[in-house]
């Protein structure tokens, strides 16, 4: 299984970036998949998670209101929705299939860039 990242990049507080995660290799079924987010100098943190199989969703208090996760499965494609960005949310966003425990997941994208200027 392939995850590939993409829709980062620079914004200015208050503005909006939809993370887009495509999948490949094999169909994605029956799993959680994940958005985590590391910072310089930071520890990589929890997101937000989405179960495929009922749609089921969890935020971290930081994202709740304010990010938004989904998957179209025609796709293979998950997204974040981000709205009313702040300088605290820039980070390298990563997006991670397959949960094996609260942060283990078995398959990592490579991240990808978000900066958020004040």
């Known amino acids: 299984v392939r995850l590939v990242e993409s829709g980062g990049g620079s914004v200015q507080a208050g503005g909006s970036l939809r993370l887009s995660c495509a999948s490949s290799g094999r169909t994605l079924s029956n799993i959680v998949m994940a958005w985590f987010r590391q910072a310089p100098g930071k520890e990589r943190e929890f997101v937000a998670t989405?179960?495929?199989?009922?749609?089921?969703?969890e935020y971290s208090e930081t994202a709740k209101g304010r990010f938004t996760i989904s998957r179209d499965n025609a796709r293979n494609t998950m997204y974040l929705q981000m709205n009313n960005l702040k300088p605290e949310d820039t980070a390298v966003y990563y997006c991670a299939a397959d949960q094996m425990g609260r942060e283990s997941y078995r398959y990592w994208g490579q991240g990808t860039q978000v900066t958020v200027s004040s």
């Open positions: 989405i179960s495929l199989p009922d749609r089921s969703t």
